[in-house]
């Protein structure tokens, strides 16, 4: 899975870097990070036939190799939409809801830099369940507090 940092890394690079990347040959690059190189490549409008070149296959085989890898990225994509948390984690997160919000600010649990994590990996069912269980439980808590001291 690509950060964003990582896109920024991609995307500040030059086209001969990218190329390189793209190709490989030194097997250092993880897939995904050559997969990216070569999407930024076609986004800054080089051809597939010259990322073939570099990368020395065939222009069909290219093609092939990158279609499927944008399928199975839209797959992956797909599936964390609509992962869930287990029932277990969501009662920590609504019990321990005030916990967070002190702990997001001192940087000890970091809850804010998480929620923009799952929104920018798409895990969309995950997002709204970890916000809500936040929410709820920090409302449970402060209707509490209210009942108690008034």
Known sequence: ???????????????????????????DYAAAETRAAATELKSRGVSPQQ???????????????????ARAEDRRKEKNRTE?????KMAIFFFFAPFYLPAGIGGLFEPFRELKRLKAEKYDLKFAQRL????A??????????????
């Not at 296959?57 to 093609?63: I, K, Q, T």
């Not at 809500?132 to 929410?135: I, S």
């Open 137 to 150: 439980g920090n409302l449970m808590y402060a209707a509490f507090a209210c009942g108690y001291y008034l």
């Open 132 to 135: 809500t269980m936040l929410v």
């Open 51 to 69: 990322i073939a070149g570099v990368t020395g296959e065939s222009d069909d085989r290219f093609l092939k190799r990158l279609e499927a890898a």
């Open 1 to 27: 899975m690509a950060h964003p940092g990582k896109n920024e890394e991609i995307k500040n690079r030059t086209t001969d870097e990218l190329l390189l990347i793209a190709a490989n040959v030194s097997g």
């Open 84 to 88: 869930s948390y287990p029932y277990w």
